[in-house]
């Protein structure tokens, strides 16, 4: 399966501290936005990632991300020149998808709960249909929204209704199979001029091929792209990090996890972060992982799978 970030936009709602910087690098804590999205892909398996962005903003992914070398993935890029909706990011990734399915993820997107990387792996084996992600929300009308009948299968979706006919949100995280491309290029520009995701579901919906996913209380979903929610992530980033040690979304965390790098190559980006809290996280991490094995056998480590 194959990844996509859309890390492009305007960033509109968090201006003017967006007007110099594409939204997705605004620091969440201690480190840059994209990281929490990419860290969702990078969980569900997935080593070869596409970062759509704009013609301004993509060299500044460039130059903070590279090619994904340093820990062990693929990293590509690709420019939307102008914001035409989330489904345009397959049309755009169309050659980079190829004949493989996909996971698509906004870049102002934050999940971390426990069971989630599970969740994760398991709609990364999808190879027909799609798969969403719902969470009950006090304020749907923000949002896409899901209407689910007794049996937990969708019946009906609606994009930012005025009266919502469920509280459940469909969130910025999404699996599909290998017709997404053919779907996505299918569909009439809304009246924003945008190609929707709703009406790429819905398209999925229609054929009955579309399963949705509800996130327990025990899982986090947190949208970035406002003031109030970002400073919201950061603060709930923050308690994590100083209540329970852990840094959720750190990409070189999950790739030495998943063997993708090892223990030297950790220590080389540590090293690199030397002086700050997230270096001397990094560079701990084989005590933590040693110390946990020891004490507890080698199952302790299967349930500290980060985000």
Same mark, same amino acid.
């Given at each position: 399966?194959?990844?996509?970030? #859309?890390?492009?936009?305007?960033? %509109?709602?968090?201006?003017?501290?967006?007007?110099?910087?594409?939204?997705?690098?605004?620091?969440?804590?201690?480190?840059?936005?994209?990281?929490?999205?990419? %860290?969702?892909?990078?969980?569900?398996?997935? @080593?070869?990632? #596409? $970062?759509?962005?704009?013609?301004?903003?993509?060299?500044?992914?460039?130059?903070?991300?590279?090619?994904?070398?340093?820990?062990?993935?693929?990293?590509?890029?690709?420019?939307?020149?102008?914001?035409?909706?989330?489904?345009?990011?397959?049309?755009?990734?169309? *050659?980079?998808?190829?004949?493989? %399915?996909?996971?698509?993820? #906004?870049?102002?997107?934050?999940?971390?709960?426990?069971? #989630?990387?599970?969740?994760?792996? @398991?709609?990364?084996?999808? @190879?027909?249909?799609? +798969?969403?992600?719902?969470?009950?929300?006090?304020?749907?009308?923000?949002?896409?929204?899901?209407?689910?009948?007794?049996?937990?299968?969708?019946?009906?979706?609606?994009? @930012?209704?005025?009266?919502?006919?469920?509280?459940?949100?469909?969130?910025?995280?999404?699996?599909?199979?290998?017709?997404?491309?053919?779907?996505?290029?299918?569909?009439?520009? %809304?009246?924003?001029?945008?190609?929707? $995701?709703?009406?790429?579901?819905?398209?999925?919906?229609?054929?009955?091929?579309?399963?949705?996913?509800?996130?327990? +209380?025990?899982?986090?979903?947190?949208?970035?792209?406002?003031?109030?929610?970002?400073?919201?992530?950061?603060?709930?980033?923050?308690?994590?990090?100083?209540?329970?040690?852990?840094?959720?979304?750190?990409?070189?965390? $999950?790739?030495?996890?998943?063997?993708?790098?090892?223990?030297?190559?950790? *220590?080389?980006?540590?090293?690199?972060?030397?002086?700050?809290?997230?270096?001397?996280?990094?560079?701990?991490?084989?005590?933590?992982?040693?110390?946990?094995?020891?004490?507890?056998?080698?199952?302790?480590?299967?349930?500290?799978?980060?985000?």
């Amino acid at each position: 399966m194959r990844g996509i970030v #859309l890390a492009g936009g305007t960033g %509109s709602r968090l201006w003017p501290a967006t007007f110099a910087v594409s939204k997705q690098l605004v620091p969440v804590y201690d480190k840059p936005m994209v990281y929490y999205p990419l %860290s969702v892909l990078l969980l569900s398996g997935i @080593k070869d990632i #596409l $970062i759509i962005s704009t013609p301004l903003d993509t060299p500044a992914y460039q130059r903070l991300l590279a090619d994904g070398g340093q820990w062990g993935i693929s990293l590509s890029y690709a420019v939307q020149a102008t914001p035409e909706g989330i489904a345009d990011a397959f049309v755009i990734g169309s *050659e980079f998808i190829g004949n493989h %399915s996909c996971a698509l993820t #906004l870049g102002d997107n934050l999940f971390h709960g426990a069971g #989630l990387t599970e969740i994760l792996c @398991k709609a990364s084996t999808l @190879k027909k249909g799609a +798969q969403i992600f719902a969470c009950r929300v006090d304020d749907p009308c923000r949002y896409g929204v899901v209407t689910l009948d007794k049996n937990g299968k969708a019946v009906d979706l609606e994009e @930012k209704p005025v009266e919502p006919k469920s509280g459940y949100a469909v969130t910025g995280l999404y699996f599909y199979d290998n017709t997404v491309v053919g779907r996505a290029r299918s569909l009439n520009p %809304s009246e924003r001029n945008e190609l929707e $995701i709703t009406d790429l579901n819905r398209t999925y919906l229609d054929d009955d091929a579309l399963r949705v996913e509800v996130l327990g +209380q025990d899982v986090a979903w947190l949208d970035m792209g406002a003031p109030d929610s970002l400073m919201e992530a950061a603060r709930y980033v923050e308690a994590l990090v100083k209540n329970q040690g852990t840094r959720p979304g750190c990409p070189e965390e $999950i790739c030495w996890r998943m063997g993708h790098i090892d223990d030297q190559q950790l *220590e080389k980006l540590a090293d690199e972060l030397q002086g700050t809290g997230y270096g001397r996280y990094l560079a701990g991490l084989p005590d933590r992982k040693t110390a946990a094995t020891a004490s507890s056998g080698p199952d302790a480590v299967r349930g500290n799978r980060p985000l």
